[in-house]
T-cell receptor
Framework: DSGVTQTPKHLITATGQRVTLRCSPR?????VYWYQQSLDQGLQFLIQ???????AKGNILERFSAQQFPDLHSELNLSSLELGDSALYFC????????????FGPGTRLTVT | AQSVAQPEDQVNVAEGNPLTVKCTYS??????LFWYVQYPNRGLQFLLK??????LVKGSYGFEAEFNKSQTSFHLKKPSALVSDSALYFC???????????FGKGTSLLVTP
């Protein structure tokens, strides 16, 4: 158990809908990262937050957004969902920015029908 | 951009034999390299990292990796494979634009009894 929790584990929704994925980092970790894992794209970095502030953006679509709250939990919002958004979404956390290992949550499997 | 490549989609090895999972990197500057393992329906687990120092890095579960600057490689190794080592292995490099990880496409390791 990495100490990173993600909810829900599974999510099935229809095209055009909006969903929110939630992540709680390990106790004491200030940095949160979101990744998307799909068969065709592999593991891709989406966005990073550090202590409540956005720090880096990767291949995140404009339909997607995220935030990190004062208690350090983070939410990833996906809107106007398309079939191609079906994937496993991981949250990871690290103690700080820098060459620290990231600890991954179990992921949320999103299926868009 | 910092990137890694995993040239093998799958590696097969008999239990008790040594195993190697290959990774090469392409970076500007000094690389921060990582290995992760993913078991079915689980998140990624951190195995080891290279930041600086000894070229041979020891990690979890008996795994080690050898950093080779001249060959720009960071191969994962284990002296004696176990059936329970069967999983998907990812090499990653820290991106300089932030602190996110850029992952390789993964190598499926199958250890047969």
């Amino acid at each position: 158990d990495s100490g990173v929790t993600q909810t829900p584990k599974h999510l099935i929704t229809a095209t055009g809908q909006r969903v929110t994925l939630r992540c709680s980092p390990r106790s004491g970790d200030l940095s949160v990262y979101w990744y998307q894992q799909s068969l065709d794209q592999g593991l891709q970095f989406l966005i990073q937050y550090y202590n409540g502030e956005e720090r880096a953006k990767g291949n995140i679509l404009e339909r997607f957004s995220a935030q990190q709250f004062p208690d350090l939990h983070s939410e990833l919002n996906l809107s106007s969902l398309e079939l191609g958004d079906s994937a496993l979404y991981f949250c990871a956390s690290s103690v700080d920015m820098g060459p620290y290992e990231q600890y991954f949550g179990p992921g949320t499997r999103l299926t868009v029908t | 951009a910092q990137s890694v490549a995993q040239p093998e989609d799958q590696v097969n090895v008999a239990e008790g034999n040594p195993l190697t999972v290959k990774c090469t990197y392409s970076v500007s500057g000094n690389p921060y390299l990582f290995w992760y393992v993913q078991y079915p329906n689980r998140g990624l687990q951190f195995l080891l990292k290279y930041i600086t120092g000894d070229n041979l890095v020891k990690g979890s579960y008996g795994f080690e990796a050898e950093f080779n600057k001249s060959q720009t490689s960071f191969h994962l190794k284990k002296p004696s494979a176990l059936v329970s080592d069967s999983a998907l292995y990812f090499c990653a490099v820290r991106d300089w634009s932030g602190y996110a990880l850029n992952f390789g496409k993964g190598t499926s390791l199958l250890v047969t009894p």
